[in-house]
């Protein structure tokens, strides 16, 4: 039996707080900050045209899903994306709502490091963006 070395450690870094995925520019604004609430902000528009995206539809009963994992995988922690109605305050997440173009999410990032965040929305269209950013709490 052959054996192969194992691949050598991927080291994260800090990348870029816009992407587009699915022709959906998503941007993330925000402080990561250790050892409280970080309020981040997602903010969606198309790609071609700039136009704002304000048809998300519920997912699994929330705005959108967000994993938070430090990079070394020693922390994990699964959020929501909150949503407001027009008068400012918290509304649920009910089917036939519609979203956008900001979503909030609170985070907590316990200790100083690299961290991955994992986004799911999903589109009128009821495809699921999966929206990776990777950012460093300090």
């Known amino acids: 039996m052959r ?3 194992a ?3 991927v080291t994260l870094t ?3 707080r816009s992407t587009v995925v699915n022709g959906v520019r998503v941007r993330l604004d925000g402080d990561v ?3 409280g609430r970080s309020d981040l902000h997602y903010m969606f528009s198309d790609a071609a045209t700039g136009r704002p995206v304000d048809d998300l539809q519920s997912y699994l009963a929330s705005a959108g899903h967000i994993v938070v ?3 070394d995988g020693r922390t994990f922690a699964h959020e929501h994306a909150e949503a407001t109605g027009a008068d400012g305050l918290p509304v649920f997440a009910l089917p036939g709502q519609t979203f956008g173009p900001e979503l909030d999410v609170h985070a907590e990032f316990p200790t100083a490091g690299t961290y991955q965040l994992w986004a799911q929305f999903r589109l009128v ?6 929206v990776p950013f990777t950012a460093q709490a300090g």
């Open 3 to 5: 054996r192969h070395a």
């Open 69 to 71: 994992m430090r990079a």
């Open 33 to 35: 900050k250790v050892g």
């Open 7 to 9: 691949p050598a450690p």
């Open 125 to 130: 269209d009821d495809d699921v963006l999966t």
């Open 14 to 16: 800090e990348g870029p």
